[in-house]
């Protein structure tokens, strides 16, 4: 035990999270069994160490672990848990609790057991937490740590403190809420980093940036789908073959036979392979207004621009990109569907918008939003594209 002891102190110590994540202050920490679930490289252990740092400090009544650790090749959580409670422990903190074999059993029997213990842990988004794991419902809380917002994006690289706001408050309010950001700084001058590099934090390490979320992607599939969802290695090839056809396709509706054909497949497991892309936060997919899956959807996109650039750099449209852009911001706390003939995506089943690329002539239709690339401030129903990167 005193071994785990000593690694937390080293981590906490040598933990720097360059920008406090709004997420600490919107999880009820007050709740005793907390998900914390997010892709692969968004951030998620340097979120629980900095709880640990932020709350604790040194403090021995909470205690980070990550299950990576070949000790609970042995041991198991459960009596870990307890050990950790008898000498006095309040807050466990388990990082990747899925490299457990029965990680939602443990978890449930050590929320029975020990009454007087919190338990913070991070999954991938593919875990299914409450659907999956029966056991766990009605006990977890479950969040979602997401990469930069462009928001968050501009406040590490400029040192200021801008605050988020809601759609809303941008659709009735951007002209104002534009003229409080652009004194300090023009965010269009920062736009083309943040969507080349931006939205995952590992931009910071000095590494080559690509290679770098070339090595995540992989990770999100071998590990986050292919052992999560038990799907054995010899269809690994495939899936990611899938990735790369879906991504060099752009953003279209996808030929589902052809793809079945091109990797040689069923049409059923090529949806299938579809969710598990997208449950892993590489794709989204965008229905029509009413349809979800198992249909088939209006069109597939890269998740996040910094994707697009890694995977297949030679064919970046930027109209792709401004609308990859929209739809990731959206996607947090909104509905994004497929927009009727005329305009890009319909939010929240009544809000048309579309995405314009400079230069690009507009016939102004009073019920349409439009988002203009490149426009420092916008006017009426004309919004500056960089200002949906403030909703979180």
């Known amino acids: 035990m005193e071994a785990f002891y000593r690694t937390h102190n080293y981590l906490v110590e040598h933990t720097n999270a360059p920008v406090r994540r709004d997420l600490m202050d919107e999880i009820d920490w007050s709740d005793r069994l907390i998900g914390i679930k997010g892709t692969r490289g968004v951030g998620k252990t340097t979120f629980l160490l900095q709880y640990a740092k932020e709350k604790f400090g040194y403090d021995r009544s909470c205690l980070f672990v990550n299950m990576n650790n070949f000790y609970f090749s042995q041991y198991s959580l459960v009596n870990f848990a307890g050990e950790f409670v008898k000498r006095g422990g309040k807050v466990l903190l388990i990082d990747q609790v899925f490299k457990l074999p029965h990680w939602s059993h443990d978890l449930r029997t050590c929320y029975e057991r020990y009454p007087n213990l919190k338990i913070v842990f991070t999954g991938s988004s593919v875990m299914r937490l409450k659907d999956e794991n029966p056991e766990l419902n ?81 990770m ?56 598990y892309l997208a449950d892993a936060r590489l794709i989204n997919m965008v229905y029509p207004k009413g349809e979800v899956f198992p249909k088939k959807p209006a069109k597939i996109m890269m ?36 927009g009727e003939k005329g ?20 016939k102004s239709n009073p019920g349409i939003y439009y988002a203009m690339h490149r426009t420092e401030l916008g006017h009426g129903n004309q919004i500056p594209l960089w200002l949906f990167g403030f909703l979180y």
Request: hydrophobic share 40%.
């Open 220 to 275: 999100m599939i071998e590990v986050d789908i292919l052992l999560i969802k038990q799907i054995e290695l010899k269809y690994l090839s495939r899936i990611k073959k899938l990735l790369y056809l879906l991504a060099v396709d752009g953003p279209v509706a996808p030929n589902i036979s052809q793809l079945a054909s091109d990797i040689q497949t069923s049409r059923a497991t090529v949806m299938n392979y579809i969710k």
């Open 303 to 338: 998740h996040n621009t910094n994707l697009m650039y890694s995977i297949y750099p030679v064919k970046v449209e930027e109209q792709d990109v401004l609308e990859t852009f929209f739809v990731n911001s959206l996607w947090k706390d909104h509905k994004v569907n497929k």
């Open 138 to 218: 009605g006990i977890v809380h479950s969040y979602n740590l997401r990469g930069f917002s462009f928001r968050e994006f501009l406040n590490l690289q400029t040192g200021n403190h801008f605050s988020p706001y809601t759609l809303e408050e941008i659709l009735t309010n951007h002209e104002h809420i534009a003229k409080t950001i652009l004194p300090h700084i023009n965010p269009i001058n920062y736009f083309q980093d943040y969507i080349h590099h931006g939205f995952y934090p590992f931009f910071l390490e000095k590494r080559n940036f690509s290679e770098n979320l070339l090595k995540t992607m992989n």
């Open 343 to 362: 305009t890009s995506f319909l939010v929240d089943g009544h809000l048309n918008f579309r995405i314009c690329h400079e230069g690009y002539k507009i």
